[in-house]
């Protein structure tokens, strides 16, 4: 029996690496690995050995015959990402190589960040013996985006964490959370204590529409509104206009289909979840049952993936409704099978019955905001289609209307933000660098968002780290990052004038408090959302239980 990748799929390839037989693709040195989706089986070259199953770290791959109801949809999507390739003669399997670290002394690496791209890089330069690591981020809680931006509905996803966790365990790995470079230590002083300094600082700005109005209160971005239900202490004290039938959403991606579905799920559903408290409060509270996610472009142009479609097809209290044309010429003509896979999905969505709704509407734009002291309503035009497949545009046009609604987040991208001691690409929102060096200063990387851009997903951050590491182990190799002038950890640093950062121990109190308060609720854990509180946590040991 094959075994079958499934929606919670992170693409790290972990899977890949563990096949002997090469039937997972795409593989990190194939080309359509940086915009793939997913990583999928292909059920006629799967030997039914289970090696893949032990390596994926989140869970994602089973056998068919074990798929539930909501999974069986995967059986073809697997098989059908495989279909045109099977003109092409087949390849060995992959074999990560690690590059070794060669002189004698040890290597010490400061990396700042503490999401999927920083431990990631952890991973991989601990692999090589007697290398330091030292592991910093503002906050007292790690994980970045996989703890913050991952809806609470997704936890299969959020298992990524006990492969972070693992990595923590390592001899050789440090944290210094609740430490921000540039305030409480510089780029300097780490680079006077280590040999390099990694900077794995993501992108966590979102992209302006730049239409009147979008500055009112009620238009906001949806990285914010993403902070708030997963309880991120930068939006501890917000709230949200929540009393209108209709929000609106710009954007179509992965992250609008998480907003969408949080603000018309069933908030009995969401209180299984480790949603924040205050988020699960105001949702039961709102009066919100349609979202409308606006795209410009049409459904061969979604930018949301097939996995993520089809759990949300799958959603039993939740109705999908497409407005615009699924069988425009544009989108016909598309050579993508996965493409028209999901085209066909869109096409034959069951009739709406429920209250609750998410509405995709194609080729719509968003011209205006339109409110006086807040948010009531957004003007939007259709726009028609020109250009070829793979090289689509939107033209606005002359027809308009305004949707009433007194909340619009917008979700079309996010920007990296200038690193303090960096140089920045504000053109890119990246920080110039080749193959994760930066460019014009010795000793200094990048990896992540930062690095490329706002692409991939959290396993496509593995390979990635793979390049900038190997890159800096190649410098240390060759000589080109002198032994630090001082011996300090940061730790010490910070002692010295008076900080403290919350280290290994004192993250792990704050995860087990967390996780301890969420059994009494029958929750996977109820979070901290307050940096105060994660503070006091972190220097309390847990009490026993009676």
């Known amino acids: 029996m094959p075994h079958v990748v499934t929606q919670a799929c992170c693409g790290d390839a972990s899977c890949a690496f563990a096949c002997p037989v090469n039937a997972i693709h795409p593989t990190p040195d194939e080309p359509d690995f940086a ?45 059908m990402f495989h279909e045109p390739r099977r003109e092409y003669p087949p390849q060995a399997p992959v074999t990560p190589i690690v590059r070794k670290v060669e002189a004698e002394r040890p290597l010490r690496v400061a990396i700042v960040g503490a999401g999927p791209a920083a431990l990631y890089a952890a991973d991989e330069l601990l692999k090589r013996p007697g290398t330091k690591v030292t592991v910093i981020d503002r906050l007292p809680t790690p994980y970045g985006l996989v703890r913050a931006g991952v809806a609470p509905d997704h936890p299969d996803t959020r298992t990524i964490t006990d492969l972070f966790a693992k990595i923590e365990d390592e001899p050789g790995f440090y944290y210094a959370l609740g430490v921000e470079v540039g ?5 300097a002083e780490l680079a006077e204590n280590h040999h390099a300094v990694l900077y794995a600082t993501g992108a966590s700005h979102d992209r302006a529409m730049g239409i009147e109005g979008e500055d009112l209160p009620g238009s906001i971005t949806a990285t914010d509104f993403v902070a708030w239900y997963n309880g991120h202490p930068d939006q501890a004290d917000a709230s ?10 710009v954007g179509n991606g992965n992250v609008a289909l998480d907003v969408a579905r949080i603000l018309v799920s069933d908030p009995d559903r969401l209180a299984t979840t480790d949603i924040a408290d205050h988020a699960l409060a105001a949702l039961r509270q709102s009066a919100v049952r349609e979202v409308v996610l606006l795209a410009r472009r049409g459904p ?70 339109v409110g006086t002291d807040a948010v009531e309503g957004l003007e939007v035009a259709a726009t028609r289609l020109v250009g070829e497949p793979g090289a689509v545009r939107a033209e606005m046009t002359d027809d308009s209307e305004i949707i009433t609604t007194g909340l619009v987040l917008r979700s079309i991208g996010y920007r990296g933000r200038p690193v303090d001691g960096l140089p920045f690409d504000d053109l890119r929102a990246v920080v110039p660098n080749h193959e994760g060096r930066v460019e014009g200063m010795a000793t200094t990387y990048v990896a992540g968002w930062i690095k490329r851009g706002p692409t991939g997903f959290i396993g496509t951050n593995k390979t990635d780290a793979t390049e900038t590491v190997d890159r800096l182990v190649e410098d240390f190799n060759a000589g080109l990052l002198p032994d630090p002038a001082g011996r300090a950890s940061v730790r010490r640093v910070l002692r010295e004038r008076g900080a403290r950062a919350v280290d290994h121990d004192a993250w792990r109190r704050i995860d087990v408090l967390e996780r301890r ?19 006091v946590a972190a220097q309390k040991p847990p009490s026993r239980r009676r």
Request: proline fraction near 5%; charge should be negative.
């Open 35 to 79: 915009t793939a989706e997913m990583v999928y089986i292909d059920p006629v070259e799967c030997v039914d050995c289970g090696a893949c199953i032990s390596a994926c770290p989140v869970g994602a791959i089973t056998r068919d015959y074990r798929l539930t109801d909501k999974q069986l949809p995967f059986v073809d999507i697997n098989a």
């Open 183 to 187: 305030t409480d230590i510089t780029h």
């Open 240 to 249: 949200f206009d929540l009393t209108h039938r209709t929000a609106v959403v």
């Open 300 to 369: 061969a142009q979604s930018a949301f993936t097939l996995p993520e479609l089809t759990g949300l097809i799958e959603h039993d209290d939740i109705d999908l409704v497409v407005q615009g044309d699924l069988i425009d010429n544009l989108a016909a003509s598309s050579s993508d099978i996965m493409t028209q896979v999901k085209i066909d999905a869109l096409r034959h969505l069951p009739e709406p019955t429920r209250e609750r709704r998410i509405v995709l509407r194609y080729q719509t734009a968003p011209v205006r905001v």
């Open 517 to 535: 308060r969420g059994v009494a609720e029958g929750r996977p854990r109820v979070r901290f959302t307050r940096v105060e509180d994660m503070l």
